[in-house]
C-alpha cells in the first residue's frame, strides 16, 4: 500500500512538472508577439479606417509597391509617425493603404487615401500615432514591431478587398535598459541615441533634415541649458549642437545630475516647414520618458515638460 501511495504521488508530481512546462510556453510566446499585438489593438489612424479580417482579403498580382526599407526606427508614447506607400496599378483601383503588425496573413487595418482611386502610380500617405504608455503594458525589454504596409483595392461590390504584396519595416519600443541584448541588437548602443550618457540625459531627434530645432533644459536650481550657455553649474551640458546636416540634440549629466525637477521643451530655431521631433529622456541607462509633436514655424515652443529625478 505504501509503495502504492508513493508510485501515486511521483506520478502526480510528473503530471504537475509538465502542466506547469506547458504553461510555460504560450507565456514565452506571447511575450515575443505582445508588442506587435498591443500596437496593432491601440494604433490611432486616421478618420474612416477599418479593421477588415483575413477573410475578407485576397491577393492581386496587377497591384505592387516599391520597397522603402530603411534602419529600425524607435517609436514611443503617442509618437506621430508618417508612411508613405510607394505603388503602381495599371487599373486605377488603389483606394486605401494598409497595415498590419505582427502578422501580414491576419486581420488588417485599411486606411482611406483621398485622390488614389484612378491613379495608376503614386503614394499613398497617412499618419498614424503611436499609443500612449507603451512600456507601461509590455515586458521590461526592447522590443521588435514588424510592421507590413500594402496598396489596397475594393472589389466591385465592395466587401471584399484585393492587396499587394507586403513591405515590411521594422519598428522597436525601447522598454528596457539600452545594455540590455534585446535593445543593443536591436537600436545598437545607448538605444541609438547620439551623445553622451548621462543620469539624466534629454536627447532630442528630428525630420526632416535642414530644419534647426533646438533643445533646452532647465534643471533644478533654474539655471537653462541650451545653445548659448551650453555648460551649467550643476554639471549639465549640451554636447552635441545641431544646426545643419544633422537632426539630433543632446544635452547629458555625465556625472549624476541633482536630484528634483527638470522642466524641458523644443524651440524652432530656423528654416522652412513642419518638423516632427521626439525627446527622450534617460536616467539609469533607460528611457524613463518620451514626448513627440511637431512645430512649423520659426520660434514656436513645444510645451514644456518636467521630470523629476
Known sequence: MKNFIKIVTI???????????????????????????????????????????????????????????SATMQVVDNQRVNVQIPFNDPSGTVTHAGIAFGDPNGPMWVIPISGAQGVTAGI??????????????????????????????????????????????????????????????????????????????????????????????????????YFDNDFSISGGELDIDCTETCTDENITWINDGPTGSYSYFVRYYDGVGSANWTIRVFDDNRVVSSQSGTLSSEGADSNKYSFVK
Open 124 to 225: 499613398l500617405n497617412f499618419d498614424m500615432e503611436m499609443p500612449a504608455n507603451i512600456c507601461d503594458n509590455l515586458s521590461e525589454i526592447c522590443h521588435n514591431i514588424k510592421c507590413y504596409e500594402f496598396a489596397v483595392s475594393k472589389d466591385s461590390n465592395g466587401n471584399k478587398f484585393q492587396i499587394s504584396r507586403s513591405n515590411i519595416n521594422q519598428l522597436a519600443t525601447a522598454c528596457g535598459q539600452c545594455d540590455d541584448a534585446s535593445c543593443t541588437d536591436l537600436l545598437g548602443p545607448n538605444c541609438g541615441a547620439v551623445g553622451a550618457d548621462g543620469n539624466p540625459r534629454f536627447n532630442l531627434t528630428w525630420q526632416p533634415q535642414g530644419i534647426d530645432l533646438d533643445l533646452h533644459v532647465i534643471d533644478p536650481s533654474g539655471e537653462e541649458i
Open 11 to 69: 506520478l502526480s508530481i510528473i503530471l504537475f512538472s509538465i502542466s506547469c512546462k506547458k504553461d510555460e510556453v504560450p507565456n514565452s510566446v506571447s511575450k515575443a508577439d505582445e508588442a506587435n499585438t498591443f500596437i496593432m489593438e491601440n494604433v490611432k489612424l486616421p478618420a474612416g479606417s477599418i479593421l477588415i479580417e483575413s477573410s475578407d482579403i485576397s491577393e492581386s498580382s496587377s497591384i505592387s509597391i516599391s520597397s522603402t526599407g
